[in-house]
Every structure is written in structure tokens, then in C-alpha cells.
């Protein structure tokens, strides 16, 4: 089984700090993905990644960096904490080749608090 | 852009029962696939059942199986014999096989309760 690990399932930060959030698959997965999930809005895209050091914006960028250094580890950066990034933080990879309806697979979340 | 909506924010089940969760996409799309996602209160999200666009027979994944309807871009999903581990967030998502890689579009989720 896909095993997605996120470092942290509760983070409590303050306003300004500078934050990083920890993904690391182990099925060598090319795509990895960064979603917030909130009450009523559902899931958005923040960023994703094709490849090692490759990064594309996603629906809701600002705020938010990336870093891709090794193929299993997809990391989140909040330069300056806001409150308004209190959130669920989501990561999830996936294969690509040529099967398009490969699905996503999802680690367990860490639900971020910006006080 | 594709658009994904889900207009039933929260509904209920009796256990054993059955119950469909309506989903509606909007793409210019031709070839592209649907998902239904499942996250339980213990939040991992996990893939409950996958229909490809060009694909006319509806999925079917043991007590769940999916009403696609290309035409009208629907795609609910039909939970059979309720089950009180079925209570979840349901989320349906739409993805498309363009620039190398897919994103996925979601749904803002209905929220399933199953009742003993």
C-alpha cells in the first residue's frame, strides 16, 4: 500500500513565524500535491509538483511556497504566518505514467493553528 | 475550467438503507475521469470508486456504484446497505488527462451521517 506521511497531525504556530509543513511518500510517486481544506469550501489546490524541483501554482498560491528537493519529500512553507492560514493542510501524491486514472493518495492531514 | 458541485451539504442514512449523493461537473473537456472520495473522521481521504469518461457502463465497487450521465455531466454516487462505517465526507472530483499530469477539481464535500 501507498503510504503518504505528514510530519505533524496538530501544529500550533504564532502570527509571522515562518512554517514548514512535511510530506514524504514512499512509492515513488513523480506528482505530489499541497491542498487546505476548510469547512464549506472543500478541498483547494495550493501547489503541485511533476517532479523533483518542479513546481506549478495551483487555485490558491499566496502565501504559500514549495520546495522539492528529493522525489519522496514535498515540503509546504508559510513564509509569515497569518491567521487566516489556520486550516487543514492535505498532502497527497501520485503515479503518472501512462494511466491517467491513477487516483491520489492522501496522508492524514495536519490541522494548522496560526495564533 | 472545470467546475465540480456537490448541492447537498449534509444528509442522513438508517443503517441498511441506501442513499445517493448527487454530484454535477461542468468541463469542454471530452476525455477526462471522475472520482469519489471518502474521508472518514479520522481524516485520511480514501478513493471509493473511478469512472472514466469514455467508459458508457456505470462503476460499480461492491455496495457502491456510481449513475454516470455524460450528457447531462452527473456522476452521484449509490451507497447500498448502509453501513455505520460509511459515515464520512464524501467528495467528488473530476480530472483530466491534459499537460502531463492531472490536477483534481473537488467538490466542497457532503457530509454523511449513518444512523443506527
Known amino acids: 500500500d501507498v503510504k503518504v506521511t505528514q510530519s505533524s497531525r496538530y501544529l500550533v504556530k504564532r502570527t509571522g513565524e515562518k512554517v514548514f509543513l512535511e510530506c514524504v511518500q514512499d512509492?515513488?510517486?513523480?506528482?505530489m500535491f499541497w491542498y487546505r481544506q476548510d469547512p464549506g469550501l472543500g478541498l483547494r489546490l495550493i501547489y503541485f509538483?511533476?517532479?523533483?524541483?518542479?513546481?506549478e501554482k495551483g487555485d490558491i498560491p499566496e502565501g504559500y511556497s514549495v520546495s522539492r528537493e528529493k522525489k519522496e519529500r514535498f515540503s509546504l512553507i508559510l513564509e509569515s504566518a497569518s491567521t487566516n492560514q489556520t486550516s487543514m493542510y492535505l498532502c497527497?501524491?501520485?503515479?503518472?505514467?501512462?494511466?491517467?486514472?491513477?487516483?491520489?493518495?492522501f496522508g492524514d492531514g495536519t490541522r494548522l493553528s496560526i495564533l | 475550467a472545470q467546475t465540480v458541485t456537490q448541492s447537498q451539504p449534509e444528509m442522513s442514512v438508517q443503517e441498511a438503507e441506501t442513499v445517493t449523493l448527487s454530484c454535477t461537473y461542468d468541463?469542454?473537456?471530452?476525455?477526462?475521469?471522475l472520482f469519489w472520495y471518502k474521508q472518514p473522521p479520522s481524516r485520511q481521504m480514501i478513493l471509493v470508486i473511478r469512472?472514466?469518461?469514455?467508459?458508457?457502463q456505470n462503476a460499480t465497487e461492491n455496495r457502491f456504484s456510481v449513475n454516470f450521465q455524460k450528457a447531462a455531466k452527473s456522476f452521484s454516487l449509490k451507497i447500498s446497505d448502509s453501513q455505520l462505517g460509511d459515515t464520512a465526507m464524501y467528495f467528488c472530483?473530476?480530472?483530466?488527462?491534459?499537460?502531463?499530469?492531472?490536477?483534481?477539481?473537488f467538490g466542497k464535500g457532503t457530509k454523511l451521517s449513518v444512523i443506527p
Open positions: 497527497a501524491s501520485k503515479y503518472t505514467g501512462e494511466v491517467f486514472n491513477q487516483p491520489q493518495h
Open positions: 512509492m515513488d510517486h513523480e506528482n
Open positions: 509538483s511533476y517532479d523533483v524541483k518542479m513546481k
Open positions: 468541463t469542454s473537456e471530452n476525455n477526462y475521469y
Open positions: 469512472q472514466e469518461a469514455y467508459k458508457q
Open positions: 472530483a473530476f480530472a483530466y488527462s491534459g499537460a502531463g499530469s492531472y490536477q483534481l477539481t
